[in-house]
């Protein structure tokens, strides 16, 4: 396996894409904050799928870290994740600095709202603002024919297709199914922080959240199957739930019962944060 080329200038980024695009190749993109792991890897092989080549991003973006969040231990591991990407096959890694992305000039930030609109918006102010800015300027670096978001992360991946959808960015945006591990628990580089007791934990959220799921789809009232699941994952060993809620698939606008939605939730345990959905299916 080759390790793909690594850049980590703007520069350097576009002129390795405009050699690919001389020759007519197509292009896809996988923005990620490193610490991969096999739900990364699925991005990157649907990216293969999609296009002739596959440029990862691997950049800790600061500006979607609220200052009480984890950004100083956020896992940064950039010889793995290069190992990782040997694996999968991705032939450019784009690893910038906080300096290349964020000048000491820099003072544009971009605002999504409709899908950005509550759940990890009332917990997180800041976070999509980050996101959205980052993201359109990975696009604009790397001017990709297509993207691919994991479902895992389900409102983030919502929030991009509208910044796309607003701003006419020409770029496909893919949704991939999320990955798990044999238990159920979500791929995420933030399990990484969690204990062996606590992923004993971590692992019920999955479950909790596909029986709620199941009794909203077989008429169950929302506030109370919402309630419910909320106390399971107290029950289940969770220290704080910020929301589980129903929203409306596409526009994550509130849910209605003859619409297919998705179930969201995000709960604590200790210091770390987990979040999952799960989809509603219509009567």
Known sequence: MNRPLVVDSVAALRAQIRDWRRDGVSLAMVPTMGALHDGHISLIRIALEKADRCVVSIFVNPTQFAPSEDLDKYPRQLGRD??????????????????????????????????????????????????ATVVAKLFLQASPDCAVFGEKDYQQLCVVRQLCRDLDLPVDIIGAPTIRDA???????????????????????????????????????????????????????????????????????????????RLLAAAWLGKTRLIDNVEVLSA
């Open 183 to 261: 238990h159920g628990l979500a791929m995420s580089s933030r399990n990484a922080y969690l204990g062996d007791a606590e992923l004993a934990v971590a692992r019920q959220l999955n479950a909790i959240l596909r029986r709620a799921a199941a009794a909203l789809a077989a008429g169950a009232d929302e506030g109370s199957a919402t309630a419910e699941a909320s106390r399971a994952l107290i029950e289940a060993g969770f220290d704080k739930v910020d929301y589980v809620a129903a929203r409306e698939s596409l526009t994550l606008a509130p849910w209605r019962r003859n619409r297919d939605g």
């Open 82 to 131: 290069l190992d990782r990407l040997a694996e999968a096959g991705a032939q450019l890694a784009f690893a910038p600095g906080v300096a290349q992305m964020y000048p000491a000039s820099f003072a544009t930030r971009i605002t999504v709202g409709g899908p950005a609109a509550g759940l990890e918006s009332d917990f997180r102010p800041t976070f999509f603002d980050g996101v």
